[in-house]
C-alpha cells in the first residue's frame, strides 16, 4: 500500500509533556504587518469556528467567516449540556494532566495519538480561565468558588458546568470574542452561506466555493489558508441527537478533492436518549450523561415485566451497569453503556410500550438530597424530558435509549490540524483528532475550544509563515472551474423531477445506518449495507422531488445536497468499518468480541484509518497511521 | 387528530403574504408542532407545490431558530416553551392554528415564515461582552465569585436570542433581549470595567437598529420561552442611568461606587 499521500504527522519530539512546547518554540512566525496582510477563510462557527476566528483577529489576521446559520449562535455547540472537563484538580481528587490524558487515551480505547491527547489535557485549564474572564456563568459552590461534577470513564471530579447549558454559555462566549472583533471591522462574517467546495490549486488550499441561500448566489471566495470548523455527522443516522442542519458537505466535498478521512465509523452512539416514540418523530433528544451522576440506570430482572417501575420490588431490578462495571457503575463510558443497554432490550427485559428502553432513575437521589437539590442540578434537563414525554420525571424514572450523537471520525490533521492538503486546517469535531475509537463526556467542548483559541491561531501562522504562495486571485480559472462544478451538481438535482421527498431517502439511509453501521456491526451486515446504500443512491438520482428555484431561498434544496453528500458518504463509513477487523470503543464488529466486551488486535489495527477518494468508478484507498504509545501502555480497558 | 393550520404565505420580502388553509389528518399527540408542518410540507411537494418555509434547528429549545406566531402567541400557547417543543396535545382535535411570523420592522420577513434576526446580531457586536484576549485570563478562581450572583447571571445569560420578546412586545421592543445580556454582565466582577460603556453602545444600537421604545407592557417576559425575568429591564434601565451620570468611559471596577443589586 502507498503511503506517499499521508504526510508525517509532525509530532515534535522530546518528552511528552515538553512536545507542546517545543512546538510552539520552533513555529515561525510572521511580523505584526505581514499578519495583517493574511487573509484566512473559516467554514464554521460554533465552539471552534468562533474561538478561532475571534483569536486569529486579535493576532491581526483578515478573517472571512461563513456559517449557514443565520447567526453564530445557532451553530450546534449551543445545545451540549453537562460540561466541560479540564484537570484544573480544583477538587483535590488527585487530578492532573497525565490523568486526564490517560483517561481520554483508555476512553478512545487506544485509537488515538498520543501527543493530540496530551496537549488536550495541558490546554484544558486555560480553556476554563479564559471562558470565566469573559462572563460564562459557571456553576459555583456558595463560597464563590467553581464547582465540578464527574462524568462517565473517569474517577475525578473535573467537569466544570453551567446547568445543562454549558454548550450554550461557552458559544456565547466565544460568539462574543468574535463579535468585538467583528466590530473592530476583523472579522467579516458572512451568514446564510453554505460552503460547497474547496478549491485547489497547485495542491494547495486557496479558497471556498458558497452558496447564498437567500438569492442563491454561487460565489467564490479566495484566502491565504482555509479552516473547516463544521461540526460532526451524526444527523447521517436521521434520528440523532444532532441538529437537523448538521451535515457532512465540507468535509465530504473535501475529501472528494484530496483530503483524508480518518475513522470515518468512528462514531457515537449516546447511552441516555428520549427514544423514538411515534412514526413522525424527527429528533431524538440528548439527557446529558450528567444525570448519571445521580440516576440509576436498570430494568426489571424479567423479562415482559408488565408492572409499573414503582411496583417492581428492589430485589427484582436488575442496576446492570452496577452489577457489570462496579468499578465506575452508572459512570461506565459510553460506548460500554449504550451496548450494555442494548443488550438488556434484545434480551426482552426493555420497558415502555415498545419496550425498547430503559430506566434512568432519580429517586433514590430525591430520597437523599431532596427535590430541591435534584432541580437545582437537572432542572432545565428534567423539564425538556416533561415537555417531551408528558411524564413527571421526578415522580417516575426517565425511560432512555441510545442514539447517535457525536463523531470521532472526521478529515485527518497532524500535529498543526493540517490536513494532508497544504493550507486546509480542521478544527473541533469535523477533525478526527483527540477521541480515538470513543469520546469521553465533557471533551469535546474542551476539545473544539482547545483547538480554536490556543492550537490553531498558533500553528497557522508556521504554515502562512513558512510557505504560503502568493493568494490565488478568486478570477483564477480554478475558482470559475470549480463554480462551474457546484452550479452543474445543483442543476442536475433540479432535473430529477422525480417523485421521493429528500427526507424519505433521509430516513431509509438512516435505517441502514442504524442497523448495519450502528451499536453493532458485522461482516455480512455491512456488505449488505454498501449494497442498498449504493441502490438508494441510485434512486435518489432518478427520483428525487425538489420543488422550487435554485435562485431564491429554498430549503428543501440545500437539504438535498446535504442528503446526496450523505449518501456518498455513508458507503465511507461502512467500508472502513469493515476494514477494521477487530473491536475498539464504539466501533465493535460482532466477529470480534469476548462475552459481549470488545476485543482490540492491537497487533493489526494499531493505526488511524485514513481513506483517499479515487474517484467514483473506484474504491477509495486506504492509508495507515500507525499510533505508538510511549507513554500510556496499550491495556485492555477495564471498567470493572 | 386533525386540524387545520392557516399559515403565512409570502414569497419573498417585496412579495405581499396571505393566510393559507392546510388540513391536515393522522396526528398524534405525543407530535411536535413542526413535525406537523413537515407533514404539510411532504403533502405540498407531492403536488408539487413550494413547501412552507421556516426555521428550526435543534429542536429541541436552545438554538433559538424556531420562530412561529401560534394562534397569536409567540412560540404558542404554552408557557416557557419554544416551538419546536410544542406539542400537538396543547391543542384540541378539529383545531383551526393560526401560523405566522414575528412582526416587527427590525426584523424583516424574508419568506413565508422566515425573518431576518440579524438586527439582534448587530446589537450584540455593538459590545455585549467583555474584552479580554485569549491567553489573558488569570487562573479562574482567581476572582470568587456568589454562588446568588453567578446564578443570577446565569439566569440572564440563558436567552437563546429567538426575538419572541420583540414579537410579542406592542412596541417592538427589545429591552428583554438587550436587558439580559447587560445584566448578566454587569452582575460578574469580570464585566465592571467596561460596565457603562456597554451600556450605552448597546441602547444605542438597539436605537439605530428600528426597535421601539419599551412603555411596560410585559408582553415580553410572558412569551420568553426561558423565562428571562422582566425585573432585568429594571436593572438595564438604573444601568443606563447611572452609566448617563458617570459617562461612558466611567471604569466600575476602579471606582467600586456603582449600585449593585
Ligand atoms: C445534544 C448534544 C449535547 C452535547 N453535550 C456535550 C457536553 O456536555 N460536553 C461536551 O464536551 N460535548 C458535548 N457535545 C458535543 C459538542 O457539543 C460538539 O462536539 C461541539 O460543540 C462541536 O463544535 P464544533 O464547533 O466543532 O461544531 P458545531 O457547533 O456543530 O458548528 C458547526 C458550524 O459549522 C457551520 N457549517 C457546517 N457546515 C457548513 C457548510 N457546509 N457551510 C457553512 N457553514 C457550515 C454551522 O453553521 C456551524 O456554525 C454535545 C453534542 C450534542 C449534539
Ligand atoms: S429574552 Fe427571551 S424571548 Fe427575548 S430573545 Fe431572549 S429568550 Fe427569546
Ligand atoms: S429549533 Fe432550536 S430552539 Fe427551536
Redo the contacts with the bound molecule.
Keep these: 500500500m502507498s503511503s506517499s499521500i499521508l504526510p508525517d504527522a509532525r509530532v515534535p519530539g522530546g518528552g511528552m509533556e515538553q512536545k507542546w512546547e517545543h512546538c510552539l518554540d520552533n513555529l515561525h512566525l510572521l511580523s505584526p504587518a505581514n499578519k495583517r496582510k493574511k487573509k484566512i477563510i473559516v ?8 474561538s478561532a476566528c475571534a483569536t486569529m483577529a486579535e493576532l491581526g489576521y483578515q478573517v472571512e467567516a ?4 443565520d447567526s ?1 449562535r ?12 479540564a484537570s484544573k484538580n480544583y477538587c483535590n481528587d488527585g487530578d492532573s494532566d497525565f490523568r486526564l490524558f490517560m483517561d481520554t487515551i483508555k476512553g478512545g480505547d487506544f485509537r488515538s495519538r498520543e501527543a493530540n491527547v496530551y496537549r488536550l489535557a495541558q490546554i484544558s485549564g486555560s480553556i476554563i480561565d479564559q471562558c470565566v474572564a469573559q462572563g460564562v456563568p459557571f456553576a459555583r459552590e456558595y463560597d464563590g468558588h467553581l464547582d465540578n461534577r464527574s462524568f462517565g470513564g473517569a474517577l475525578v471530579s473535573r467537569t466544570f458546568y453551567a446547568k445543562g447549558q ?2 450554550q454559555q461557552l ?1 456565547l462566549g466565544a460568539y462574543g470574542a468574535m463579535n468585538r472583533q467583528i466590530h473592530l471591522g476583523k472579522v467579516h462574517l458572512h451568514t446564510r ?4 467546495e474547496l478549491v485547489l490549486k497547485d495542491g494547495r488550499a486557496c479558497g471556498i466555493i ?1 452558496r447564498n441561500l437567500l438569492t442563491g448566489e454561487i460565489r467564490s471566495h479566495s484566502a491565504d489558508a482555509v479552516v473547516l ?4 455527522y ?1 444527523n447521517i443516522y436521521h434520528r440523532s ?3 437537523a ?3 457532512v ?2 468535509s465530504y466535498r473535501s475529501y472528494r478533492r484530496g483530503a483524508l478521512f480518518a475513522n470515518p465509523s468512528f462514531t457515537q452512539i449516546h447511552p441516555t436518549c428520549i427514544p423514538v416514540m411515534h412514526a413522525h418523530q424527527s429528533k431524538l ?2 439527557m ?3 444525570l448519571r451522576n445521580h440516576g440509576r440506570i436498570w430494568v426489571p430482572v424479567a423479562a415482559d415485566d408488565q408492572r409499573e417501575a414503582r411496583d417492581i420490588p428492589e430485589t427484582e431490578r436488575d442496576y446492570f451497569l452496577e452489577r457489570k462495571y462496579p468499578a465506575y457503575g452508572n459512570l461506565s463510558p459510553r460506548d460500554i453503556s449504550s451496548r450494555a443497554v442494548k443488550q438488556v432490550c434484545d434480551e426482552g427485559r426493555g420497558v415502555g410500550a415498545l419496550k425498547h428502553s430503559v430506566y434512568l432513575d432519580l429517586q433514590d437521589a430525591i430520597q437523599q438530597h431532596g427535590t430541591a437539590f435534584i432541580e437545582q442540578q437537572y432542572g432545565n434537563l428534567l423539564d425538556m424530558y416533561q415537555h417531551i414525554t408528558n411524564v413527571n420525571p421526578y415522580q417516575h424514572p426517565l425511560q432512555i435509549y441510545p442514539a447517535a ?2 463523531s470521532m471520525g472526521g478529515l485527518w490533521v497532524d500535529y498543526h490540524l493540517m490536513s494532508n492538503i497544504p493550507g486546509l486546517f480542521v ?4 477533525n478526527f483528532s483527540d477521541h480515538g475509537a470513543n469520546r469521553l ?8 475550544l482547545a483547538d ?1 483559541y490556543f492550537i490553531l491561531p498558533q500553528t497557522i501562522g508556521h504554515y502562512l509563515a513558512e510557505n504560503a504562495p502568493v493568494r490565488v486571485s478568486d478570477h483564477d480559472p480554478v475558482f470559475s472551474a470549480t463554480v462551474e462544478e457546484a452550479q452543474d451538481r445543483i442543476s442536475r438535482l433540479l432535473a430529477i423531477k422525480g417523485k421521493r421527498s429528500v427526507a424519505s431517502f433521509h430516513r431509509e439511509l438512516g435505517d441502514i445506518m442504524w442497523h448495519h453501521c450502528g451499536m453493532a456491526r458485522n461482516q455480512l451486515g455491512l456488505n449488505s449495507a454498501i449494497e442498498n446504500i449504493s441502490a438508494l443512491r441510485a434512486q435518489f438520482w432518478a427520483n428525487l422531488n425538489i420543488v422550487g428555484s435554485a435562485t431564491d431561498l429554498n430549503q428543501t434544496l440545500e437539504y438535498a445536497g446535504r442528503v446526496a453528500d450523505y449518501l456518498e458518504f455513508a458507503e465511507l463509513m461502512c467500508r472502513d468499518a469493515l476494514a477494521r477487523e477487530e473491536s475498539c470503543g464504539a466501533h465493535y464488529r460482532a466477529e470480534h468480541q469476548i462475552q459481549g466486551e470488545a476485543k482490540r488486535n492491537d497487533k493489526q489495527f494499531s493505526h488511524v484509518a485514513a481513506w483517499h477518494f479515487q474517484g467514483d468508478a473506484n474504491t477509495p484507498q486506504l492509508h495507515k497511521e500507525p499510533l505508538n504509545f510511549d507513554c500510556a501502555k496499550q491495556v485492555e480497558r477495564n471498567y470493572r | 387528530m386533525k386540524f387545520i393550520l392557516s399559515v403565512w404565505r409570502q414569497p419573498s420580502a417585496t412579495a405581499t403574504g396571505r393566510l393559507v388553509d392546510y388540513p391536515i389528518d393522522g396526528i398524534g399527540a405525543d407530535d411536535s408542532f413542526l413535525e406537523v408542518i413537515d407533514a404539510i410540507n411532504e403533502n405540498l411537494m407531492a403536488q408539487q407545490q413550494e413547501p412552507i418555509a421556516y426555521e428550526m434547528d435543534c429542536r ?1 429549545g436552545i438554538c433559538g431558530s424556531c420562530s412561529l406566531m401560534i394562534n397569536g402567541s409567540a412560540h404558542g400557547p404554552q408557557r416557557a416553551t419554544t416551538t419546536c417543543q410544542l406539542y400537538m396535545r396543547e391543542f384540541s382535535d378539529g383545531e383551526t392554528i393560526t401560523v405566522e411570523p414575528w412582526r416587527a420592522d427590525a426584523l424583516p420577513v424574508i419568506k413565508d415564515l422566515i425573518v431576518d434576526r440579524s438586527a439582534m446580531d448587530r446589537i450584540m457586536q455593538s459590545a455585549g461582552y467583555i474584552s479580554v484576549h485569549t491567553g489573558e485570563a488569570p487562573d479562574a478562581n482567581e476572582i470568587l465569585v456568589s454562588k446568588h450572583r453567578a446564578d443570577r447571571a446565569f439566569e440572564a445569560a440563558s436567552c437563546i436570542g429567538c426575538g419572541a420578546c420583540i414579537a410579542a412586545c406592542p412596541n417592538a421592543s427589545a429591552m428583554l433581549f438587550v436587558a439580559a445580556k447587560v445584566v448578566q454582565l454587569a452582575l460578574l466582577p469580570q464585566g465592571q470595567p467596561e460596565r457603562c460603556h456597554r451600556v450605552i453602545s448597546m441602547v444605542e444600537a438597539m436605537d439605530r437598529e428600528g426597535f421601539g421604545n419599551c412603555s411596560n407592557h410585559y408582553e415580553c417576559a410572558e412569551a420568553c420561552p426561558k423565562s428571562i425575568p422582566l425585573s432585568v429591564i429594571a436593572h438595564l434601565n438604573r444601568e443606563f442611568l447611572q452609566a448617563g451620570l458617570f459617562g461612558r468611559e466611567f471604569s466600575a471596577a476602579a471606582h467600586r461606587v456603582v449600585h449593585e443589586e
Excluded at chain 1, 43 to 50: C, D, H, P, S, W
Excluded at chain 1, 74 to 85: D, E, K, L, Y
Excluded at chain 1, 193 to 196: A, G, K, T
Aim: no cysteine; charged share 5%.
Design positions: 467554514v464554521g462557527t460554533g465552539l471552534a469556528g468562533a461563513f456559517t449557514f446559520h453564530p445557532r451553530a450546534h455547540s449551543i445545545a451540549a449540556q453537562g460540561g466541560i472537563n454549558t454548550g458559544l452561506s453554505e460552503m460547497l458558497t470548523a463544521t461540526g460532526g451524526s441527537t444532532n441538529a442542519g448538521s451535515n458537505t465540507a433528544t440528548l446529558s450523561e450528567s450523537h457525536y478544527i473541533g469535531e469535523a463526556g465533557a471533551s469535546a467542548l474542551m476539545q473544539g480554536g | 429541541e
